[in-house]
């Protein structure tokens, strides 16, 4: 079995992401990983030269800044990655997300047995966002609890956008993946990075959406949205968590919901009632 780790990243130190984190963490699974850097104004290629893999590749490239719709920009970065895979699998981490050691035995072993399974295409992970500080993560159903990262490398699979992938096995249609669920996680930090970043962010980026977006003063959401992490960090995030990302966050008590946390909410009652899982999904269970 061979593994194929990739990613996409451009400006990654001035924006704020943990992309070296990023990359060690998967790195013991990989037999290559493959990244796409987009040109940019700061050290993220140098620091990733620094991390001096022989399984790194690196592939610059030049962003298209006309591409504003739907961030579709992600989805060509992270198939030019994709494309030069060559593994049986394709394990695919975003700039802000990082996987636990205490999940790599798992992982390993969720693709090796379903390795021959055709009926496999894409292997689930489960969630941590967190929000705000270390501390905290998002329990709302507008947060995907589980999504695909990794993708049969053998299959025609093309991106949307950078969070999914569409399965081509008909000429015209495509469909979700059907994915197996690693007893494992993905630890997102995206939404904890210092709020400075975040605003440096929100001003490069939202265009690529095709909109604009107003500069934050501190993180803010439903406190109902919320819940204390009770679990323990990737080793090799806790650096980047004392020195990077913002600290002494507390939900506000006072905060006025807006119309879609409403709506979250009740999804919310809807699950302890019923026992549902009613976040988005972007594959099929395989059972």
């Not at 194929?4 to 943990?18: C, K, W």
């Not at 072993?109 to 929000?131: K, S, T, Y």
């Not at 609890?145 to 956008?161: G, K, L, Q, S, V």
């Amino acid at each position: 079995m061979k593994v194929s780790g990739f990613s996409f990243i451009r400006n990654g130190t001035l924006l704020g992401y943990p992309f070296v984190e990023s990359i060690r963490s998967v790195l013991p699974l990989c037999d290559e990983f493959v990244i796409s850097v987009g040109q940019g104004e700061d050290d993220t290629l140098e620091r990733i030269r620094a991390i001096q893999s022989p399984k790194i590749q690196i592939l610059q490239t030049q962003w298209n800044e006309k591409m504003h719709d739907r961030g579709f920009v992600y989805a060509q970065q992270k198939m030019i990655a994709q494309y030069h895979c060559t593994g049986d699998w394709a394990f695919y981490l975003e700039g802000d997300e990082v996987v636990h050691e205490k999940d790599l035995p798992a992982i390993r072993e969720c693709m090796q047995r379903h390795l021959e399974n055709r009926q496999v295409d894409a292997i689930a992970f489960h969630f941590h966002h967190f929000f705000g500080s270390a501390e905290w993560e998002s329990v709302s159903p507008g947060w995907y609890r589980r999504e695909p990262r990794i993708i049969r490398n053998t299959i025609r699979t093309w991106a949307p956008d950078g969070l999914y992938w569409v399965v081509m096995d008909r000429q015209r249609r495509g469909r979700y993946p059907r994915a197996a669920v690693a007893d494992a996680a993905i630890y997102h930090y995206g939404f904890v990075r210092s709020v400075e970043s975040m605003n440096k962010k929100i001003a490069r980026v939202t265009k690529y959406w095709g909109s604009t977006a107003a500069a934050i003063k501190r993180y803010e959401t439903d406190p109902m949205g919320l819940a204390r992490f009770q679990g323990t960090h990737p080793a090799v995030i806790h650096k980047w968590i004392e020195e990077e990302s913002e600290r002494g966050f507390a939900p506000d008590p006072d905060y006025r919901i807006t119309r879609k946390e409403r709506k979250y909410r009740m999804m919310m009652r809807l699950e302890r009632l019923f026992g549902w899982d009613l976040s988005r999904r972007h594959f099929k269970p395989f059972k």
